[in-house]
């Protein structure tokens, strides 16, 4: 089914705005029809049942993954499936591309182990997951399979905007007000974006598609208050100049130059829940004044994450600002992460979980807790400095504060060196603990048996820790 924004507006539902009712418990299975005119993919098959119950098919789309080679972007076709269930669900995957010599599914903390099934794989979820399915070690034609939560239902009305089962091209965005919700079925494809501009109490619910198709963020909230996204896989979902944000279950995927995936600017009270990033530049950041959005930010959380940057960081906190007003950044966490990649070339970029303070802007009070870091192909874990970057600030930033890492987990081939270092005396980093981080098995922490008095514990955890850095500790 193919539908103009026009027809859409004639496609319109009514209801009252309200909370969402939930699925009751017990087995629950939804698939949804690819609608015709929305692009696939043919690498896999994808099918789905309850267990022991009947296999349903799982359309495959195709969508974009950049795989840049030393600032040179270049695109690649990787497949997506999504379907929505509650309770357990078996799935079946078959690679279509030619002979399977390995297979592996991420993250890999998940301990989810395929099995060899007449030519297929098979494995059973009992909870959500934003996961990646590898053939033969390929990064760059995966499956990516996002097995989501039921959705919340919601009653139809006027400030509803329904898109149901179907394909959409958008000539313009879709602008949505106040006091609206826009409910988009997992049957539906959007060709547009969606912009919440200077509005209260909106939300945005359901597991379909909205991809611009373009550089482009697909899902975008400016000077909002109030705000719900639950769902929607697109290509990136920048909050700026809000308050009072909530994200679950969405998924952003970019290909293009720049293309972060969940952007923060000057916004204070946003939360991320169960969501994932695999991105052309850094997934998750944390920014004061930039874009046209002015202000610090205050109590940002982030949890339940999978992030993949095939361009730049994973996690970034800091940089930008406006010099004549000493932004602050306070009160950050982010809780139980997995990290399955970072390529990037430029060593400024680098850093798996980076805080770097800029144009006069001051970092505190950030906690990460319980990160699983996969092998890296080209990065570093850490990058935490107070510095004067040229290319994007007007001036140092003024400090790096009471940080804390805990339960912090690496795996894999020997990552570049790691960087701590401030700036000036009165421009410096303080306060940074570190508490149970395991680097390939081994535990990093200051009375580590076999180091010697002379060592720093920082050596042995491969981060170079520079000049006006003080109380550093490894517990």
Avoid at 19 to 46: D, I, Q, R, S, Y
Wanted: hydrophobic share 35%; charged share 20%; with cysteine.
């Amino acid at each position: 089914m193919r539908r103009t924004f026009v027809t859409l507006l004639v496609a319109l539902c009514t209801a009252c705005f309200g909370m969402p009712t939930f699925a009751a418990t017990g087995e629950v299975l939804k698939t949804f029809a690819a609608p015709e005119g929305a692009p696939l993919l043919h690498n896999f098959e994808v099918m789905v049942r309850k267990p022991g119950g009947e296999w349903l098919a799982v359309p495959t789309y195709k969508w974009m993954a950049d795989q840049t080679n030393n600032g040179l972007h270049r695109t690649t076709e990787v497949s997506v499936a999504s379907f929505e269930f509650q309770g357990k669900v078996d799935v079946k995957v078959k690679y279509l591309g030619g002979k399977t010599n390995s297979c592996r599914v991420r993250p890999l903390s998940r301990n989810i182990k395929p099995q060899a099934q007449d030519g297929s794989y098979v494995f059973t979820l009992d909870s959500p997951q934003n996961l990646s399915f590898e053939v033969n070690g390929d990064l760059y034609h995966n499956l990516q399979l996002f097995a989501n939560p039921v959705m919340p239902k919601v009653k139809k009305g006027k400030k509803v905007i329904w898109f149901k089962p179907g394909y959409y091209e958008l000539k313009d965005s879709l602008k949505v007000g106040s006091n609206q919700t826009v409910y988009i079925d997992g049957g539906a494809y959007i060709k547009g974006f969606i912009s919440v501009n200077n509005a209260r109490n909106v939300r945005i619910i359901g597991t379909g598609i909205v991809n611009p198709w373009r550089r482009q963020a697909g899902v975008m909230i400016n000077n909002c208050k109030h705000v719900e996204v639950n769902g929607v896989l697109t290509t990136q979902l920048p909050v700026g100049g809000s308050d009072s944000v909530s994200v679950s279950n969405a998924k952003v995927m970019s290909w293009y130059g720049w293309g972060d995936g969940m952007n923060v600017f000057a916004s204070n009270h946003v939360s991320y829940n169960h969501v994932f990033c695999r991105t052309s530049d850094d997934c998750s950041t944390i920014y004061c004044t930039r874009k046209g959005f002015k202000g610090g930010c205050k109590d940002i959380n982030v949890s339940d994450a999978v992030y993949w940057a095939d361009v730049a960081h994973p996690i970034f906190v800091g940089l930008h600002g406006d010099i004549d007003r000493n932004e602050v950044i306070d009160s950050v966490n982010y809780t139980n992460i997995d990290i399955l990649e970072q390529v990037e070339a430029q060593l400024d970029y680098q850093g798996c979980i980076a805080i770097n303070a800029g144009d006069n802007n001051t970092i505190r009070n950030v906690n990460f807790n319980n990160i699983r870091i996969e092998s890296l192909r080209n990065g570093m874990l850490f990058n935490f400095r107070v510095c004067y970057n040229k290319k994007y600030c007007h001036a140092p930033g003024r400090g790096i504060h009471n940080i804390n890492l805990n339960n912090i987990s690496y795996i894999g081939a020997t990552p570049n060196l790691s960087i701590m270092t401030g700036y000036s005396a009165d421009r410096n980093i303080s306060d940074v603990h570190f508490h149970n981080l395991v680097i390939n098995g081994r535990h990093i922490y200051d009375e580590m048996p076999g180091k010697p008095k002379w060592y720093k514990t920082s050596d042995f955890a491969r981060i170079f820790v520079g000049e006006f850095v003080d109380n550093v500790s490894f517990k």
